[in-house]
Structures are given as C-alpha cells and as structure tokens.
C-alpha cells in the first residue's frame, strides 16, 4: 500500500517536473526569438549577414551552450517535429506570400514561373535521384531502396531563395525579383507533391502502369490543390461580401479571414492534397477579393498580422534548424566513421548545383525566345542570379528528411542518421557560406541596382511580407483603356501578357467582382466605407 502511494507521489513529481521543464524551455526558446530579431535588426545594414542567417547562428550557438551544460546529452529546447512544422509554422508563412504576392508581376511573368518552379524542379528532382542511385549504390552506407533515392531527389530539390529575396530590390529588379519569388513558392509546392506521390507508392516493382500512376498523381494533385485553394478563397470573399461582418465588428470579419485561409490548408491535408498551393492561391485569392471586401481597419490588421506572424515563423524554423543541427543523438551513429557523412553531403551538394544548372539556363534560353522586349528577356547575370537562390536549402527539405528518415524525431538506423546529418550539413553550408555570399555576388552582377537589406518581417517565399504589399493590394490593375489592342499577328505574338491581362479583367469586371466584390465592389450598407465614401462625394463636387 505505502509502496503504491510512494510510486503515485514519484509519478506526479516526475510529470510535474516536466511540465516545469517545457516551461522553462518555451521561455528560453521565446527569449531567444526575441534576441534574434534584436540582432538581426543590428545587423541589418551589413555587408555579409541577413536576418536568416543571424537567426541560424543563434541557433548554433545555443545549441552549443546547451550540449555543454546537458554533459553532451542535447542540444535541443524542442523536438523538431514534421508535424510542428507542416501544420503550424509553414501555413502563415505560405499563405502570406500568396496574400501579399504583386499578382500582376507575377501573372505576366507566370509561364516563366511555372518552367522555373515545376518544370525546373522535376528536372533537378530527376537529376538528383539519379545521381544518388548511382554513387550511393557504390559506397556503404546501408540499405536504402528505390523509394528513398527518390525520396532524397524531392527532399533536396526543395530550394530556400530567402538569402536572395532579402537583398534584392523589387523596383529596380521586378522581374528578377518575380521570379525568384515566385519560383521559391512554386518550388516548394512541387517538392513536396513530389515527395507526397513517391510516399503513396510502392516503387520497388515500377513499370510503364506504375509510372503513369505516378505521373497522373502529381498532376492530380497540383490541379486539386490548387482548385482548393482558389475555392475557399472565393467562398470566403463572398461571406463577407454578402453578410459584411464589419457593420457591427471588425474583429469578425478579420477572424473569418485567418480561420477560412487555415481552414484551406487544414482541408488539403484531409484530402491528402498540397496543403502549400492550396493556401497560396488561397491567399491570392482572399488579396484580389476578400481583402477589398473588409473595412479599412481590418485591412490595415490583415496586412500587418499575416506579415508579423510570417516573420516570427520564419525566424522559428531557423532558431530550431540552428540548436537541431548539433543533436547529438543522430551524430553518435556517424561518429565512427566521419568521412562517408561528409562525402555523401559533397556528393548531394555537387548534384544540387547540376540539376540546378540544367533547366535554369535551358528554361531561360527557351523563355527568352518567346519574349521580344528585352525588358522581358533575363539576362545571362540574372541567370546565375536565379541559379545561385536556388543552390540554398533550409527549413523544407530538413522537414522532408525528418518526415522520411526519422520516427517522432528520433532515428536508429545508420544509413538514416546518415541523411539526416548530410541533410543537416547542406543546410547549413548552403544558406551560411553561399548566404554569406549571396550581397557580394548581386552587388558584383547588378552594380547599377540598388541592393537594400530588407525591412524586417520581408524575406522570402517563406516569408513575404509588406513590400509586396505597397500602400495597397495590387489587383491585375492597368487601366483598361490603356491597353491597346494587337493590330497584327507580329503583335499579338510580341505582346501576349498584355491580351490575356486584358481578357481576364474584363471577364473579372463582368462575373467575378459582381458576385465575390473586390476593389470597386465594396459593399453599400449602413457604415461601411463605401457608403461613407458616397455621402462625402456631393461635398467635394
């Protein structure tokens, strides 16, 4: 009896202490974020640093300062966890590069963006997988099937253009910076459809049925998502269109924004689709219709909110991918033989820069041809630009390789703690050393740009914020009757994006905006902005 009473007061003790230990660590880890963005601020006008970059030293350093007071037993505050990242730390991220996206930059250049961010990706994706099969078949480092070499393609062909979009002027370099932005969110988007299509398929017996299956998957998926995603959106801009929550609280309408674009990835994940297209185009969406359907408060709010909230993630992931990067846990079963992890990391590096170099300069060649205007066409040096944001690899593939290689954190096979210390190590070599060079690199190449360290919260496709945003929503916007009319054929093969801009906005105007309201749809009730706008009208004439 005492001895039951004795272990039930030990167990509370013990759970107790845990608890006591989480909350410790949470204070840490929110210290820590604050530090980051301190420092980061600092060092904002340097010639080498960015805030990535400072966030995933702080990380490294902590997670040294740790590993030395634990004996050598951890260097975490948090177990990183695929879950933690997929489902609460991407979704804000993404959604705010859709949200706060310059749509008609991106539009125009959308074909562009596509060969970059889903051709391009499934060329390295090919590459690397490739590559892998062929090396890692000739060294020892344990039993790795089909499905992981091709899993590795997928988990390295997710790039991280952060280091890239922070130095990078828009204004003087749009569609530069158009591209790289937008091939950074539709790269991610095609890695992890890719990586999701090898997981749902047994690949140890393929042949011609099974690789049209998968073909047919990816393509499912990437179209499903991206309906989704549009669908939610317009939904959303129709509720508040027709119910116009702000006449009795903006807070509602502001929190109906936040839930339904959560609630489009949230859905994409129940139908086992691409939750990153569905809640980037949501976000498009929700910018183009919603966002002009709310009160101006609640426009300011959304702009800021989804802003800060990306900003913070971002510096989460990098925190948390600084102290993960020295568990000593996955170390241990690569410390007795040193070399192999560090040729594996060499061998993934040289083949992330190949397939990187094999459809940017190919795809730009083919790009160039179908554009006449040489303010269209990307120059050889924005050429290497875009090769050189695609070299570096951060919070996705480190998420896709705990996801394959690891259970609940942990891994206990050699050749899986493998991976994941050369996924680790390229991680950190490519946005540190190739980050640190990225200022010099674009200085060197675009000397007659304007190359500013980004305002805080502004990054990348991971982390987009308010420049984008301008002081409003950008909306597919030219004055109609400034668009002339193709006189000939030569013409209208010279100037397409101008045509289809045109069509759209004029098939926006007529069915879209009627239904779904967006800018010149607000609606007239009792204290709404437009209303408001109305009565000062007869005053000003």
């Not at 604050?34 to 030293?57: D, K």
Request: aromatic share 12%.
């Amino acid at each position: 009896m005492v001895a039951s009473q004795l272990a039930a007061v030990l167990s509370k003790l013990q759970t107790l202490y845990s608890d006591h230990a989480s909350v410790v660590s949470m204070n840490l880890f929110v210290a820590l974020l604050c530090a980051s963005i301190v420092i980061g601020h600092l060092l904002e006008e340097n010639r080498w640093m960015n805030e990535s970059i400072t966030a995933l030293a702080i990380g490294l350093c902590t997670g040294v300062v740790i590993l030395l007071t634990s004996g050598g037993k951890s260097s975490r505050l948090l177990v990183f966890s695929e879950d933690l990242f997929f489902i609460y730390l991407l979704p804000p991220i993404i959604f705010n590069a859709g949200f706060s996206v310059k749509k008609k930059q991106f539009f125009r250049n959308f074909i562009t963006i596509m060969l970059f961010g889903a051709v391009g990706t499934l060329i390295s994706w090919s590459i690397i997988s490739f590559g892998v099969i062929k090396f890692f078949k000739e060294m020892d480092i344990g039993s790795l099937e089909i499905g992981d070499f091709l899993a590795i393609g997928a988990i390295f062909a997710a790039t991280d253009s952060v280091c890239t979009l922070q130095v990078l002027n828009q204004d003087e370099t749009p569609l530069l910076y158009s591209l790289v932005f937008g091939e950074g969110v539709v790269n991610d988007a095609t890695s992890v459809v890719l990586f999701n299509a090898i997981q749902s398929f047994d690949l140890t017996n393929t042949n011609h049925r099974i690789a049209l299956e998968f073909i047919g998957s990816f393509l499912y998926l990437f179209l499903a998502s991206t309906l989704l995603g549009v669908a939610v959106g317009l939904v959303s801009a129709y509720i508040i269109k027709t119910l116009y929550f702000g006449r009795h609280s903006t807070d509602r309408e502001f929190a109906l924004m936040m839930l339904m674009a959560y609630l489009s990835y949230i859905m994409a994940e129940l139908f086992y689709l691409s939750g990153i297209l569905t809640v980037f185009f949501c976000g498009i969406v929700m910018s183009h219709y919603t966002w002009h359907n709310v009160t101006e408060s609640s426009r300011i709010t959304s702009k800021h909110a989804f802003a800060t909230l990306s900003f913070v993630c971002e510096t989460f992931i990098f925190l948390h991918v600084g102290m993960d990067a020295l568990d000593i846990e996955t170390w241990k079963f690569v410390n007795d033989r040193p070399g192999t992890s560090i040729i594996v990391s060499s061998v993934l590096l040289a083949l992330v820069m190949a397939g990187r170099a094999a459809f940017v300069f190919p795809l730009s060649f083919l790009s160039n041809l179908a554009h006449k205007s040489a303010n269209e066409k990307i120059s050889f040096r924005q050429q290497i630009i875009i090769w050189w944001a695609g070299l570096m690899r951060g919070a996705v593939s480190m998420a896709l390789a705990y996801n394959q290689f690891t259970r609940a954190g942990h891994t206990q096979l050699r050749c899986n703690a493998i991976m994941i210390t050369s996924t680790i190590t390229v991680v950190l070599f490519s946005t540190v050393v190739f980050g640190l060079m990225t200022k010099p690199l674009i200085r060197f190449l675009l000397p007659n740009s304007k190359v500013t360290s980004a305002p805080s919260g502004s990054s990348s496709p991971k982390s987009i914020t308010v420049p984008f945003l301008g002081s409003t929503q950008d909306s597919f916007e030219d004055s109609p009757k400034g668009v002339q009319q193709p006189s000939s054929i030569r013409a209208l093969l010279t100037t397409p994006t101008h045509t289809v801009h045109y069509y759209w906005r004029k098939f926006d105007n007529a069915f879209m905006r009627p239904v779904f309201g967006g800018r010149g749809f607000v609606p007239f009730v009792p204290g709404s902005p437009a209303e408001r706008s109305e009565h000062k009208l007869p005053q000003l004439q």
